[in-house]
């Protein structure tokens, strides 16, 4: 520990890194602390609107069944994840193509334990790559369909959208059970 003064800082922020009072003992002239808050939320999906991103049309097609993605006009491209300008030759003159919606398990893995905050309900849960059929994308996702211990590398999934429960969507991929 150190002996140089700490700094004097404003009482508020004093007492909100106070640990909560467990005890009775507490000086009453004091205000009380204020409770710590819970640790944020992590958000794995994306904001999906016009005002939010460039790229909501991924989201649109994917609401209506369609997996897409952007490929360059340029040279071809075909771009994972869509962009909005391509990485090769930095044109933005990109357009939207229809992906394969079936694919092959390339390789994949279970969380059973330590899922991140807000999925600890969902455990356990298969993840995996899947490489797109017809196309050189490997894509990663979660893998449903079939609990993880009777997936295998190579089998056939299909992408489908799924609805993340606050109006937006995701796509996953499923096995055949
Ligand atoms: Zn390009």
């Known amino acids: 520990m150190s002996d140089s003064p700490r700094p004097r800082r404003p009482a508020a922020q004093l007492a909100r890194e106070e640990p909560v009072a467990t005890g009775s003992a507490r000086d009453p002239a004091r ?4 409770r710590e808050k819970r640790p944020f939320l992590l958000d794995f999906f994306p904001l999906e609107t016009e005002k939010d991103t460039r790229l909501a049309r991924f989201y649109e097609n994917l609401r209506a069944g369609r997996l897409t993605t952007t490929r360059c006009r340029q040279d071809g491209s075909i771009l994972w994840p869509p962009r909005t300008a391509c990485p090769r030759c930095h044109a933005e003159e990109l357009e939207w193509v229809d992906l394969p919606d079936h694919g092959r398990l390339y390789a994949f893995s279970a969380v059973l334990a330590g899922a991140p905050l807000g999925m600890e309900e969902e455990v356990p849960f298969s993840v995996g790559l899947v490489d797109l059929d017809g196309v ?3 894509l990663f996702g979660r893998i449903e369909g079939k609990p993880w211990n009777a ?14 429960g606050d109006g937006r969507v995701f796509y ?3 096995a055949q059970p």
């Open 136 to 138: 050189a994308l490997r």
């Open 31 to 34: 205000p009380a602390p204020l």
């Open 151 to 164: 997936l295998h590398v190579g089998e056939a999934v299909r992408v489908e959208p799924y609805d993340v």
């Open 172 to 174: 996953r991929f499923r």
